[in-house]
């Protein structure tokens, strides 16, 4: 009886062991979900009133925890996708149908089942950020309320000395408190400027794209120890954001700046975010920080 037990456990576990390599194995996956936006109302139940967006939406697929683009192809198919997938892809009912939806083996290793998104909504520059999303998730909501601060976020690349509109238009009545610049590929003889398309460096102005610095470049226009006097040097912010005057190591010239919040008052060329990657080889990428509030 013993030797009948135990050929049938080692026939058991051969067929355990026969199957879990199978089990194990990655395989693409199918992701898809509806994208809200909730700007604070309220349903007399106390849930809240999400609205949902059609159009507009431009998303990142990013490997779990880096910054790592996943290669994506359609919802269900092979046909490969544009990863980001931009707005036009996003509302495209052969394509994404107004979802985040497509297709991926995730680079995840402990599960082979989930990734990173960015997802931003381009009409006012609303994102969200969306952890450990697996093909069970089928909703995203974006945070738009009013006069609460909000941190947007787009990506930008190679632009060849030309203006890229990143596709964000800022709302009426929203006030852009601070940009910052996120360096992920440096270019050693390349500068950035970002602005609108009225005033090209209007948020950052020739910003050095050489180091990453931990990722994110700061301002250089901040109080200097001279041996003659102490001095402000020139700024890395733009119009839009600073009043400057730029100071050296020398009593006359000492030089300061003061910052401030840009408004946007109409809806134009004046609400677009776009930059320009200058005098480089133009090999540079990372993302566009934007800090802002609508007013209401």
């Not at 979802?99 to 990173?116: K, L, N």
């Not at 976020?153 to 000395?161: K, P, Q, T, Y």
């Not at 990657?277 to 802002?292: E, L, N, Q, V």
Request: contains cysteine.
């Amino acid at each position: 009886m013993k030797k009948i037990w135990k050929s049938v456990f080692l026939t058991i576990l051969a067929a355990m062991l026969f199957v879990v390599p199978s089990i194990a194995q990655a395989e693409p996956q199918d992701y898809w979900a509806y994208v809200y936006k909730w700007d604070g109302k309220m349903n007399t139940d106390g849930t809240p009133v999400l609205t949902r967006l059609t159009s507009g939406v431009t998303f990142k697929v990013l490997a779990v925890g880096a910054d790592t683009a996943e290669t994506i192809t359609e919802y269900g198919e092979s046909t490969s996708l544009t990863n980001p997938v931009t707005t036009t892809n996003f509302a495209s009912n052969t394509v994404c149908n107004d979802m985040v939806a497509f297709r991926t083996d995730p680079t995840d290793s402990t599960s082979d089942r989930y990734v990173d998104l960015i997802v931003v909504d381009t009409n006012g520059g609303y994102t969200t950020f969306v952890e450990d999303f697996d093909k069970y998730n089928h909703t995203i909501i974006i945070d738009e309320r009013p006069n609460i601060l909000h941190h947007g976020m787009i990506w930008f690349g190679a632009s060849d000395n030309a203006s890229v509109d990143t596709g964000v238009d800022f709302l009426k009545d929203t006030a852009i408190m601070d940009v910052i610049v996120e360096i992920v590929t440096v270019d050693n003889t390349e500068t950035l400027n970002v602005g609108t398309a009225d005033t090209a460096a209007g948020f950052i102005s020739a910003i050095s794209l050489a180091t990453a610095s931990e990722g994110y470049k700061t301002d250089t226009g901040f109080i200097t120890g001279g041996s003659t006097i102490d001095y402000v040097p020139a700024t890395q912010y733009g119009t839009l954001l600073t009043t400057a005057i730029t100071g050296s190591d020398a009593v006359a010239t000492v030089g300061g700046n003061t910052r401030k919040w840009h408004f946007v008052t109409t809806t134009g060329t004046d609400d677009d975010l776009t930059y320009i990657g200058t005098a480089g080889s133009d090999t540079a990428a990372g993302y566009i920080h934007y800090f802002f509030m609508r007013l209401r």
